[in-house]
């Protein structure tokens, strides 16, 4: 899909709008970047925010989880949904307490979770959830089964009623801040990954693979 | 305060509950280690996930934000939330597409946040921020006067009804997988600084402070 995300009153960014966007790629890279998705839902016990993983599928964001899990059940219907994701960029340090800040993307979606049933678009959210988390590793593993499958529900939440929001770049002291004789600047954070742990319980003497070595994302 | 979080229906974990926990300590150190908390709410217009920074004072978590945010005027009597704060510790690459996961320690809280008004509990709040996420810089900075101060909202959630969640170490496939072949284990994740950005608006030539120089987690 191409286009803007679609403005509402509540994609709209009240405080700090020069940071808003309503741009779709930007949307995207940010979803395509992130690993943990924060997803508030009401299914009647009060407004509830829980960290899942995700994939983005073409104008969608999918959520997965175990059929055993009670608050999924809920969502045999359709259930509006915000599913929030954040990347954190960076500590920004001003002269003045209240002008620090942090650099960061984040995307703001609203709409109804819908359960995916169709057995073709629920094998490609299973691949999308690992392609999104680790390429290259969906070929190098055993995919699902149908009791597999079974046993997991599948979410579909479309990403149309959306807002972007970032920050980047030094901090944006007041004139009159300016000489206070501070040091003022940017620390730049990024999620990196270490040296792959094998696991113990691994038959055989294999090779990390270059995927594995080289995570990055 | 010391003793168990309070487990309720709702912070109940009812899938994985081998991962769960009620003890205020890890909670406290997971709070303590994370930078960004994602809060729930439904102030009229459906439930909405947002990203904030926050610390955690005592046993309240703080929350803040500009007055001329829409949905933080809301606020003004309490309101229940929903924050949860996530720390991501690594991809678990497993024989299975299916037993893949992810190594993470979270937090849930749930409860009514308040407005705190009393100008000396302020105080400590906005110094709370900034000790969170950079200690030793409230000391380094220029503190709030009474206009920043009466421009920010602070809300405080106490940390009561809450949930903790830990996943920690290798894959676990079943046994039946375990000769498949693949490499299996884990790819560490981090939070990491880099080189500190010097702000190109900062007047003289001011050595990086050691804090921002050796930031760590």
Chains 1, 2 share one sequence.
Not at 33 to 41: D, I, K, L, Q, R
Not at 179 to 208: C, F, H, Q, R, S
Request: net charge negative; with cysteine; glycine share 6%.
């Amino acid at each position: 899909m191409t286009g803007k995300l679609q403005q509402t009153d509540r994609t709209t960014i009240s405080r700090h709008s020069e940071r808003a966007s309503y741009d779709r790629d930007t949307a995207y890279e940010i979803l395509d970047e992130g690993m943990v998705a924060h997803v508030g839902f009401d299914v009647g016990s009060g407004v509830t925010v829980v960290p899942m993983t995700y994939a983005r599928l073409d104008d969608a964001i999918v959520l997965h989880g175990a059929i055993a899990s009670r608050w999924l059940a809920a969502f045999k219907e359709g259930r509006p949904v915000s599913v929030c994701v954040t990347l954190l960029d960076g500590l920004v340090l001003a002269q003045s307490a209240f002008s620090h800040s942090m650099n960061y993307r984040s995307v703001v979606v609203f709409g109804d979770a819908r359960l995916v049933t169709d057995k073709a678009c629920k094998d490609r959210a299973f691949k999308a959830f690992l392609d999104h988390l680790v390429p290259a590793r969906w070929d190098d593993s055993r995919q699902p089964d149908d009791k597999e499958s079974e046993a997991t529900i599948v979410l579909s939440v479309p990403i149309r009623e959306a807002s972007v929001k970032v920050r980047s770049g030094p901090p944006q002291d007041a004139a009159k801040d300016q000489g206070l004789g501070y040091w003022t600047g940017v620390i730049p954070l990024e999620l990196t990954a270490g040296e792959p742990i094998p696991d113990p319980a691994m038959k055989g003497n294999l090779a990390v693979p270059t995927y594995a070595l080289n995570y990055k994302r």
